[in-house]
């Protein structure tokens, strides 16, 4: 990898405390479709925790924020907490049109990022996220303007714009044009790519509606074909641009993951670095989680410590039979996957081969999934033709899929693509080896299994975790599936390796939080030295 593929690390105690404002269209649990909540709410603490001053704004789904505590998530304060800021916060959209929104602020508290929530009802008065409108641009184009104008208005102003996929794409525009002359202009920008693949292609009106200046609309900045491209101006304005992680940053730059924009991020590469995800332990915590029904028993005597793994794998796994109607089968391997059911996940995959598998082999599947009509009624066809041994859950359900991953002998992750993917992480840490397709993060988090047992007990970052496959194609996955299916039934003690080495791994935001202030730094000196 190329250095300026890979970022910098600096430790985070060294630095300067900062102002970060995040702009984001998903934090968990307030709003979340998949991982990029995960990413911003995990992200955010570990910013704050190093005691950097960070500040989140998201929309406001559904209207006004959540009249309960929604977790015991210490980012999220309960209701009694959010305080409407006392203006009304105007935001400065084309000429001589002002609209006007209200903000709430979660109560600042010491070493905690501080949220704040859009209220327009007009825009995000219904409960989706991004849904099948067609307002997105202006939707996501208002959150992007009300954030900088927020932060006027309250007279904080941040070192660093930090945004997020193509939704908050256009801040570093706005900063570079509308807002350049206020006292944000000296803020740097810095963009992380979650997902190329979805870009944000909407209409021109958008160029009216920000007021933004003609000479944006040019193919080598928002221009897209003659529709507005969110992203690629982002990607072309940004100060500095990050990914999830390093292989992601360095596939984006060919074609066939370049998603139409490998030239531009080819043009930007120098100023573009992979930074793989961390997850929030405390949320993803086998020995606290309150959603499973057994935790794990921490013991130091290493022998005690296998068989309280083992017990905790167990009890679990019983359970979820149970829950999903599967049957009581201890010494069958139970395979799961979660996931949105898009393209991108290779669910589909797992269709093509599914009711063949299940005819010929002693295993078990759970599926927990939405997304793609079609996929959703094949899976669960095979499901209905494979009672006790298959069952597939349609629905979006949090505490559901922890259970699912707890009690996973192994869990299925065949993307076709995958920036970074928290799940195998979650996984990995509940003791259920993913089986995961060499791309993306899948690639630098797992640690492949070698059937011909030379590395089981390999140490350290050598340390097997899991079964990787090359293709994504239904063969490889099958081949992977089998492979998994011999290290369960003729390795066990290789299997109980695995289970263990994964556990044992730092997924947390340690070194990664430490990567993006030092991303953020050097964003600062570039933008106060004049050159974006
Ligand atoms: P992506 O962001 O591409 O969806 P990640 O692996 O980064 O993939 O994150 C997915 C997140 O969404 C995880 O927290 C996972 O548990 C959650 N998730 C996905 N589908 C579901 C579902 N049907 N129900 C509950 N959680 C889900
Ligand atoms: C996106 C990607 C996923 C990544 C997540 C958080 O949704 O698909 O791979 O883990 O963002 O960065």
């Keep these: 990898m190329s250095e300026a593929l890979s970022a910098p690390r600096e430790p985070t105690a060294l630095m300067t405390p900062l102002k970060i404002l995040f702009i984001t269209p998903e934090f968990a649990p307030l709003a979340k479709t998949g991982g990029l909540g995960d990413m911003t709410a995990s992200l955010a603490k570990a910013l704050a925790a190093a005691g950097h001053d960070v500040r989140v704004f998201l929309p406001c789904y559904g209207g006004t924020p959540p009249p309960v505590p929604l977790t015991s998530s210490p980012a999220v304060p309960p209701v009694a907490q959010w305080r409407a800021f006392p203006a009304p916060v105007a ?27 859009l209220e327009h009802h007009a825009l995000f008065g219904s409960p989706e996220i991004y849904g099948e409108r067609n307002d997105n641009a202006y939707r996501f184009g208002f959150m992007t303007a009300a954030a900088l104008d927020f932060a006027l208005q309250s007279g904080w102003h941040p070192d660093i714009a930090h945004v997020h996929d193509w939704t908050a794409a256009l801040a570093p525009v706005l900063l570079n044009t509308t807002r350049r002359a206020t006292p944000l202009g000296r803020a740097a920008s810095v963009l992380t790519i979650h997902n190329l693949r979805h870009q944000g292609i909407e209409t021109p009106d958008i160029m009216r509606y920000l007021r933004l200046p003609s000479w944006l609309w040019s193919a080598d900045n928002i221009e897209d074909h003659g529709r507005a491209n969110f992203l690629k101006a982002g990607l072309y304005h940004a100060t500095k641009i990050t990914t999830v992680s390093p292989t992601y940053a360095r596939e984006i730059l060919a074609p066939e993951h370049g998603c139409g924009l490998d030239h531009v991020l080819r ?15 405390a949320e993803w915590n086998p020995r606290a989680d309150p959603r499973l029904a057994a935790r794990l028993e921490d013991d130091d005597d290493a022998a005690a410590g296998a068989a309280a793994v083992s017990a905790f794998k167990a009890a679990n796994k019983r359970a979820l039979q149970a829950e999903l109607g599967l049957e009581p089968l201890a010494d069958a391997p139970l395979f799961t996957l979660v996931a949105r059911l898009q393209p991108q996940k290779g669910a589909d995959l797992l269709a093509d081969i599914l009711p063949d598998l299940l005819g010929r082999a002693r295993m078990q599947v759970a599926v927990l999934g939405t997304g793609d009509h079609g996929l959703e009624q094949r899976l669960l ?21 922890h259970r699912l991953i707890a009690g996973a002998d192994f869990f299925l992750m065949p993307s076709r693509f995958e920036p970074c993917g928290l799940t195998q992480m979650y996984s990995m840490r509940y003791g259920a080896p993913p089986v995961v397709r060499a791309t993306g993060g899948l690639a630098d988090t797992v640690s492949p299994w070698r059937e011909n047992g030379a590395n089981a007990t390999a140490a350290g970052a050598n340390a097997p975790t899991g079964i990787v496959f090359p293709d994504a194609t239904g063969g490889s996955l099958l081949n992977a599936i089998h492979e998994a299916l011999r290290l369960y039934y003729e390795h066990p003690a290789d299997f109980a390796a695995l289970r263990r080495n994964g556990m044992a791994r730092d997924f947390s935001w340690h070194d990664s939080a430490a990567r993006y202030a030092a991303v953020y730094a050097s964003a600062i000196a570039a933008r106060r030295a004049g050159g974006d």
Aim: hydrophobic share 50%; net charge negative.
């Design 267 to 281: 043009h930007r590469a120098a100023d573009l670095s992979g930074i793989l995800n961390g997850i929030d332990d």
């Design 91 to 117: 935001v400065n959209l084309a000429p001589r049109h002002t609209e006007f929104c209200r903000v709430w602020e979660s109560a600042p508290a010491p070493l905690q990022p501080r949220v704040q929530l």
């Design 381 to 401: 066809a095979i499901a209905a033709a494979n009672a006790g041994k298959c069952v597939v859950r349609a629905a979006y359900d949090d505490a559901l899929a």
